[in-house]
């Protein structure tokens, strides 16, 4: 499976929204971005994924460049529940999902 | 509940005693993984069933890990003669084999080797 690279931290104001990058550069045509995010003492939990057109459901946006070597997973508005640890891995769709998490952005929603 | 989950929530054990975490994927799930989680890191991958048969035990760090998914569904992992660079949260999760699906995963096993 293809690595991924995230910043380690970023900050986001309680209300605005928070853009968390994701370089994939080496995926592969079969692979898909998958969001994860990890809040303490909890496993992850399953937040998107897409393959290359641009996702939305009820907890985010996902945007994935043309050439698909990023991506950014958009919570439009943050609250303080959204702290938490955000994992973006690329896997296959189905089948046997061998994946590879890095560790994570640590996303802080500030009051 | 409908989720995966894994018991005991909290483990402690002296160094050399065996262990055994248990997982209850969701019914019907026919993949299983094992992943290992130490302090502020992401989750590692230990091993892989497809129903009942290990496909994948490549993560596994030592022989003295074990797991096993005998009727296809519960997975155990047991780790004999436990040392400390053992502790960690042991996650487990699972998947239904069909496409544009995500893994599920369960709050995981936290094990502290005293």
Known sequence: DAKTTQPPSMDCAEGRAANLPCNHSTISGNEYVYWYRQIHSQGPQYIIHGLKNNETNEMASLIITEDRKSSTLILPHATLRDTAVYYCIVSRSGGYQKVTFGIGTKLQVIP | ?114
Do not use: M
Not at chain 2, 49 to 64: M, V
Not at chain 2, 94 to 114: A, K, M, V, Y
């Open chain 2, 1 to 114: 509940g409908a989720g995966v989950s894994q018991s005991p929530r909290y483990k402690v054990a002296k160094r050399g005693q065996d262990v055994a975490l248990r997982c209850d994927p969701i019914s019907g799930h026919v993949s299983l993984f094992w992943y290992q989680q130490a302090l502020g890191q992401g989750p590692e991958f230990l091993t892989y069933f497809q129903n009942e048969a290990q496909l994948d035990k490549s993560g596994l760090p030592s022989d003295r890990f074990f797991a096993e998914r005998p009727e296809g569904s519960v997975s155990t992992l047991k780790i004999q003669r436990t040392q400390q660079e053992d502790s960690a949260v042991y996650l487990c999760a699972s998947h239904s084999f069909r496409d544009n699906e995500p893994q599920h995963f369960g709050d995981g096993t936290r094990l502290s080797i005293l």
